[in-house]
């Protein structure tokens, strides 16, 4: 198969450090061009990637007709006008989580993309790490009867002011920024969308961002629990609880790429570890979407999902001012 040619919307940190060594490798990708809104710095990027063409602009990447697909890791607030000009230009799409600010302009941007005929996929890379088909594969057979419960911490250290992930406008926080994995885990691992939510939020006094979230997500005969933080001791794990059993994923969402991950299985009969890869998950998102853009499949994650998503951290947000129950 013909590698598909990709163009890169932004010098980002993500890309640089988790991203360009996987699809630089593959046999499957290539990554063809990187933009800026200063040409110098997509020139010293280009450089130093070895990437064949930079651009001084974002709009001079879409206009050549050599990109097939877009990658958009740009801030949060960006994602959908940028969605939304890369569909004009023909360019399928894989853009960052979240994929939007809210619902309504995921569904927007969606439809928009979809009228133009081009393929979209939200980038929750960790769907397609051995590792999440696998727990979802034994939550499937019963492996650990009734699921009661998924739980799910994410947590980092980062007060630098100026990263955008502490700038409210850019859409910085850690619902947006690492709950947004917890709420589409546990999604993901049930196969449903919950019925309502709940969620206890503290705020930076000076960034406004939220810093330390939790919720609950009501799937009806199952609950999701979580807590993400941005501005405490680095820590992630995953429990999937259930009436025979749990399932704990040690290592969920930042995986070495290197080396094998372990997700432990607990039972009345005793603990059994399942060791699972190495596999880069970078690497499976980029080439399972250039598979589908080559062979006219349908992505690995429908577009639809990303408003699904959306729609729960919308209530998430609703719930931090209610200080209620948020319908979905």
Known sequence: MEPVRWGILGVSGHFRLRVFIPTRDSQLVKIHGIASRQAEKAKKAAEEMNIPVSYGSY???LEDDDIEVVYIPLPNHMHAQWVKKAADAGKHILCEKPFAMNAKEAKDAIEYAEKKGVMLMEAFMHRLHPQWRRARDLVLVGEIGNI???????MYRLTDPTNIRN???AGGGAIRDIGCYAVNSARFLLNKEPIRVMSLVSRDPGFKTDILSSGILDFGDTRSVFTVGTQIYPFQRVDI????????IRNPFNIFPDVPVRVSVTTDVGKRDLHIGPADQYA??????????REGKIVPTPPEDAIKNQKVLDALFRSEKTNNWEKI
């Open 241 to 248: 609880h259930g009436s025979d059993g749990r399932i704990t």
């Open 148 to 154: 009661l419960s998924v739980n799910t911490s994410f």
């Open 59 to 61: 709009e001079e990447l």
């Open 284 to 293: 499976q998102e980029f080439d399972e979407f250039s598979k589908s853009v």
């Open 167 to 169: 700038i409210m406008e």
